[in-house]
């Protein structure tokens, strides 16, 4: 990778710094998190930063149980949220997370081009397709992974028309003629397709001065050819280097393959942080923040992504390639249960090893615990080897941990000339643009 380039870099406001048992530190502030203020706090150091942009992650689905030791999937709605953001920053992108699977296009197209409205040019659209939820949404069961990709890629079709269907120019307010508008621009789509039918056109015009990015988030092959057709970033779950590489290289090959330019398309991958002022205080953070980590959840887990029932098996024993059955037929995620096979394929770890490793802890996500000091060296490096164009920060055990990230850890990246010392544009496009 070109030296001179920087790379982008995006803040998770999932506060992953509060899994496990973070919650429980005195400094947590768990009380907080379903107020706007907790996350107005996180932007604010975010912009301070000078990142691309604040994320939000979304699942439209809640396990009661997992309530017991954390707040697991209690959340506000992205969107709603994002747009109470919106007032309170200037700069940062804003990046909205929903599901093509259940909700009508109609209805996203509106709320993500309002967003962007009210944000003046910031806000993105992260496509999912959902890996649950189909029962909160009348459907007795989850449609395969190429049924949800095939109406993903119909669904962001029509919400790309429906953002042009009433273009910006169109409104001429003019007051002398008493004409609002050229009615003759604003048109009905009239789509109708496989999976949808979408009259058109939307409420209000599209913003004109920036479009929306949009951000992908599948690395299965039919998630991977869907990015490539129109992602302007992909974030990704690359527990090592060589799958970042891979990842990276196969998404530009493809983005050309639609026609498009190699650098169309950034690989962003979640980096897990736990950062600490020492590499022994970093250990001891991971190590307290999942000290009650369910060793019988875990290991359903593990069976449950690639077959493999180790239940009976001693911490010392080594897995094998050979002692792994038949992929599942149906993984809950496809692009999980290849990378703990990757892992263990390449690795052989035993059991107690298995169990500490990102694919297995951290929804294999890149993972550094340590001080900022080797978290700079490791991304210095995957960047100078072309792994990365970015990463999307996923702090862990504590507060103090995320603040590391935003205050001390991404200044350092900027300090070395990988990331801006200011921002110049004042769209999230904008930034998703410099390079």
């Known amino acids: 990778m070109d030296a001179c380039r920087k790379i982008h870099i995006g803040m998770s406001l999932a506060p992953t710094w509060l899994s496990g048992d973070a919650w429980r530190r005195a400094d947590s502030d768990v009380e907080g998190i379903l107020s706007s203020d907790y996350y107005v706090d996180v932007a604010r150091r975010s912009e301070a930063a000078h990142l691309d942009f604040v994320f939000r992650p979304d699942t439209l689905f809640l396990p009661p149980h997992m309530l017991e ?3 697991g999937f209690t959340s506000l709605d992205p969107t709603v949220l994002l747009a109470a953001l919106a007032r309170e920053t200037t700069h940062v992108g804003l990046l909205s997370t929903v599901s093509t699977t259940f909700l009508p296009p109609y209805v996203v197209a509106r709320q993500i081009q309002s967003l962007h409205w009210l944000s003046k040019g910031r806000a993105g659209w992260n496509i999912v397709t959902a890996l649950d939820g189909n029962e909160n949404f009348g459907l007795a069961e989850m449609p395969s992974a190429e049924e949800r990709y095939e109406r993903a890629a119909e669904f962001t079709e029509v919400v790309r028309r429906l953002w042009q269907s009433y273009p910006a120019d169109a409104i001429k307010a003019d007051r002398a003629s008493g004409v609002y508008a050229d009615a003759g621009r604003v048109r009905p789509i009239e789509h109708v397709g496989k999976h949808l039918s979408v009259r058109g056109p939307l409420t209000l015009p599209d913003f004109g001065k920036a479009r929306i990015p949009l951000i992908q988030a599948g690395a299965s092959a039919a998630g991977r050819n869907f990015a490539a057709s129109v992602a302007d970033a992909v974030f990704a779950s690359t527990p090592d280097k060589q799958a970042a590489i891979d990842l990276r290289r196969d998404l530009r090959d493809r983005a050309a393959g639609h026609g498009r330019k190699a650098d169309d398309i950034l690989l962003m991958p979640g980096l897990s942080l736990y950062l600490a002022d020492s590499r022994a205080e970093a250990r001891d953070l991971f190590a307290a923040t999942h000290a009650r980590a369910d060793r019988a959840r875990t290991l359903a887990s593990i069976r449950a992504m690639i077959g493999l029932d180790l239940t009976d098996w001693p911490d010392d024993r080594r897995i094998a390639a050979k002692d792994l059955p038949l992929p599942p037929e149906a993984p809950r995620s496809r692009t999980h249960s290849e990378l703990l ?3 263990i394929i390449q690795g052989e770890p035993t059991v ?5 490793l990102p694919e297995v802890m951290a929804s294999a996500h890149w993972q550094i615990v340590g001080t900022v000091e080797d978290a700079v060296a490791e ?8 792994a990365i164009d970015g990463f999307i920060a996923v702090p862990g055990g504590s507060v103090t941990s995320m603040r590391m990230v935003l205050e001390k850890l991404v200044p350092a990246l900027a300090g070395e000339g990988l990331f801006r010392q200011r921002y110049e544009a ?5 930034h998703l643009k410099e390079r």
């Open 352 to 356: 107690g090893e298995l169990l500490r």
């Open 69 to 71: 030791s954390g707040p």
């Open 426 to 430: 004042g769209t999230f496009i904008g």
């Open 379 to 386: 991304i210095r490096d995957w960047t100078a080897d072309g």
């Open 341 to 343: 096979r990757r892992a």
